[in-house]
């Protein structure tokens, strides 16, 4: 008779070990491919954004201050923005920090001497700097930028070119790929439009 109890028990009692094992091991296998397709997702937002600054600055590098502020220089910014849903905007600002030249548009003397992506570019070239979030004075919409400083030729500071990223970008796209466990959401499904070049 204890043996009629005991078998059966340690028959299930393997299966449960079993089974939890199975679920763990494909727990931490979908955690490691999600993190994976988020960590390449998110690499791929910043080689791009960092691209359209380099495009920017190829555009602009031997322009003087008013052919950067004529009206297509904008037009130029806005074409390279349209098509890409991370970015909210692209700036181009001198050297006292006055916006000469956007993506969207901006009241005149609109400055950002204050922002962090701003004052790191003019202390010294600090490469491509990403800053902490913050809302744009223009979109009024939050976001975090990258920055590249323009230099004169004799390599005095000569303002910066930055573009806004979306943080609400990212966050839905990881709430996509890392879904809750739960079934309760009413949502359908989002497209995503990769970001490209």
């Not at 079993?18 to 910043?46: C, P, S």
């Not at 902490?132 to 009024?140: E, K, L, W, Y």
């Not at 979306?166 to 839905?172: G, R």
Request: charge should be negative.
């Amino acid at each position: 008779m204890a043996a009629a109890l005991l078998v059966p028990a340690v028959v299930f009692g393997a299966a449960a070990w079993w089974n939890r094992a199975e679920v763990l091991r494909e727990g931490t296998d979908r955690i490691e491919r999600t993190a994976a397709i988020m960590h390449e997702q998110a690499a791929k937002i910043f080689d791009t954004a960092d691209l359209v600054l380099g495009r920017v600055d190829d555009r602009v590098r031997h322009l003087d201050w008013d052919a950067i502020s004529a009206p297509e220089t904008s037009t130029f910014l806005r074409t390279l923005e349209a098509p890409r849903d991370q970015l909210v905007s692209i700036w181009i600002t001198d050297a006292a920090g006055i916006v000469r030249a956007g993506s969207q548009d901006w009241e005149a003397g609109t400055g950002i001497a204050g922002r962090d992506f701003f004052a790191a570019q003019r202390d010294r070239d600090a490469g491509t700097y990403l800053s902490t979030a913050f809302v744009g004075r223009a979109t009024q919409i939050a976001s975090f930028a990258l920055s590249r400083r323009r230099s004169t030729p004799d390599g005095r500071f000569d303002g910066i070119i930055h573009v806004a990223l979306s943080p609400a970008y990212f966050a839905n796209f990881f709430e996509e790929a890392a879904p809750p466990l739960h079934p309760c959401r009413a949502a359908g499904p989002r497209r995503w439009r990769d970001p490209g070049p």
